[in-house]
């Protein structure tokens, strides 16, 4: 015996679900390949990193160990963001098996903005300690520490908050339905 035809509604957020799933791995692979692979080329570092911290016009040393600091720097953050992109996968799977309200949906939409709002908070230390890295090698003199706050890791701290605020909404309201599920 086949099983009821879903709701075409629900039928549309399930296949949805399964695409962003996909999706959502995609870009966590090509993310993290991407954002680790540019430490193999100090081309890329002196193009793109250097700039970013606010480094540009000053000698940076792409030795060995600046270049492997600073892929052991990097991966925290990208591990972070790691994290919860497959948090927002898991959810995409979820609503890919018809389930949108859950308390294992809402945990899991918590630790995704926990990994926001962190990844917001550490993103000054990570630069910070990747600019010591990528000048660590000069005399001294010509060592830097390059500190910046931008609004975009406020707007991170501020945007993971809700989503974690969101994700404890969600968790009553699976709760408050488990509760009127079983009273039917």
Known sequence: MSPPPLDPRLDRVVRLG??????T???VVLLVTSGLGIWLRPALVEQMVVPRLGLAGHQVSLDGASLCAGLVISAVPLGILAYGLLQVRQIFRDFGRG??????????????GAAVAVQGLISPFAGAALSVALTLGNPPGERALAVSLSS?????VIVGLLIIGVGAVMR???????E????V
Not at 99 to 104: A, F, G, W, Y
Not at 152 to 156: C, L, Q
Request: charged share 25%.
């Open 180 to 183: 009127n599920a079983s009273f």
């Open 18 to 23: 399964r695409a962003l799933s996909l999706a």
């Open 25 to 27: 791995l995609v870009v």
């Open 172 to 178: 009553e309201a699976a709760r408050i339905a488990e």
């Open 99 to 112: 389930e949108l309200i859950s308390q294992m949906l809402a945990h899991r939409l918590e630790r995704f």
């Open 152 to 156: 975009h890791d406020v707007v991170a």
